[in-house]
């Protein structure tokens, strides 16, 4: 069975300062993984994604990710962080073979000191 | 063009009655999901639709939820004899491509259930 593990449950970080977000995954095969953040109120939007390929991905928001086999990682991060950034981030494993259903981590949420 | 959208955003419903909850997806879009999102948790995948065909529903909790799709476009979630764990944001997403080709899905906004 597919798992993600976020172990922050909270970050916060100051304005204008590095980030990097953790996702620990379990999966039986190459996985799809990705990374969302959530506003509050809002849908989910995706900020990158991970099929194939260079092990790693920009994606929108100057966010980026690895994709660490080994360590069975694909940790989230921005150099310098802006307030607007402050939101819930969710890391989420799809199944290719499996209806394309995603599983999703409990989240991370990044608060942004001024 | 227009998101996913959701209707209606929040519902509040006495534990025991029947809710419907509508998602209308991208236009044109193959793939539709339900996700599940409890407090404080990420989403957790219900059902998935190819077109109209409702092809995984092994995320559903229990005989009282039913989804539909009749036409392969807009479809409904419905929660009957909802009970206080039902509480929760529903989420849709859609998908331009099948199941097994690389996708992305777009997220509605999601309706916020409560039952009191």
């Known amino acids: 069975a597919q798992s993600v593990t976020q172990p922050d449950i909270h970050i916060t970080v100051s304005e204008g300062a590095s980030l990097e977000l953790r996702c620990n995954y379990s999966y039986g095969a190459t996985p799809y993984l990705f990374w969302y953040v959530q506003s509050p109120g809002q849908g989910l939007q995706l900020l990158l994604k991970y099929f194939s390929g260079d092990t790693l991905v920009q994606g929108i928001k100057g966010f980026e990710a690895e994709f660490k086999r080994s360590q069975s990682s694909f940790n989230l991060r921005k150099p310098s962080v802006h307030w607007s950034d402050a939101a819930e981030y969710f890391c989420?494993?799809?199944?290719?073979?499996?209806?394309?259903?995603?599983?999703f981590g409990d989240g991370t949420t990044l608060t942004v000191k001024p | 063009g227009a998101g996913v959208s959701q209707s209606p955003r929040y519902k509040v419903a006495k534990r025991g009655q029947d809710v419907a909850l509508r998602c209308d997806p991208i236009s044109g879009h193959v793939s539709l999901f339900w996700y599940q999102q409890a407090l404080g948790q990420g989403p957790e995948f219900l059902t998935y639709f190819q077109n109209e065909a409702q092809l995984d529903k092994s995320g559903l909790p229990s005989d009282r939820f039913f989804a539909e799709r009749p036409e392969g476009s807009v479809s409904t979630l419905k929660i009957q004899r909802t009970q206080q764990e039902d509480s929760a944001v529903y989420l849709c997403a859609s998908s331009l491509a099948e199941r097994t080709v690389s996708y992305e899905q777009y997220f509605g906004p999601g309706t916020r259930l409560t039952v009191t």
């Open positions: 989420a494993v799809g199944a290719v073979t499996n209806a394309g259903k995603s599983t």
